[in-house]
């Protein structure tokens, strides 16, 4: 599975971003898919991820009622919209996705990574 996530860029505070993950070789749809953040000097955290079914989904905290996971496994698309964006969000944004129909926070338990793409929010 080779995993491409897109529509990173410069936003203001307050400001919404949507990125999509496109995955190729096999159905997204047989697969979890996960989002992490990885800010300069920080350890990669969990922000989202999604069932392979899409019927379940967990976000960290810290994004909990502000960012939204979704998936279109006609398109095998995984999209992560992120509204209310605040300089702490700044981060490169990764997709993952996870041999099983079950999703989980643990980024060791993804077995394919997409190369991230940057997301930077002023203040």
């Known amino acids: 599975v080779q995993l491409q996530a897109s529509g990173g860029g410069l936003v203001q505070a307050g400001g919404c971003l949507s990125l999509?993950?496109?995955?190729?070789?096999?159905?997204?749809?047989?697969?979890?898919i996960g989002w992490f953040r990885q800010a300069p000097g920080e350890e990669r955290e969990f922000v989202t991820a999604i069932s392979w079914s899409g019927g379940s989904t967990y976000y960290a905290d810290s994004v909990k009622g502000r960012f939204a996971i979704s998936r279109d496994p006609a398109r095998n698309l995984v999209y992560l919209r992120m509204n209310s964006l605040q300089p702490e969000d700044t981060a490169v944004y990764y997709c993952?996705?996870?041999?099983?129909?079950?999703?989980?926070?643990?980024?060791?338990?993804?077995?394919?990574w997409g190369q991230g793409t940057q997301v930077t929010v002023s203040s």
């Open positions: 999509p993950c496109a995955a190729s070789g096999r159905p997204s749809s047989r697969y979890a």
């Open positions: 993952a996705a996870r041999s099983s129909l079950v999703a989980t926070k643990e980024a060791g338990q993804y077995d394919y």
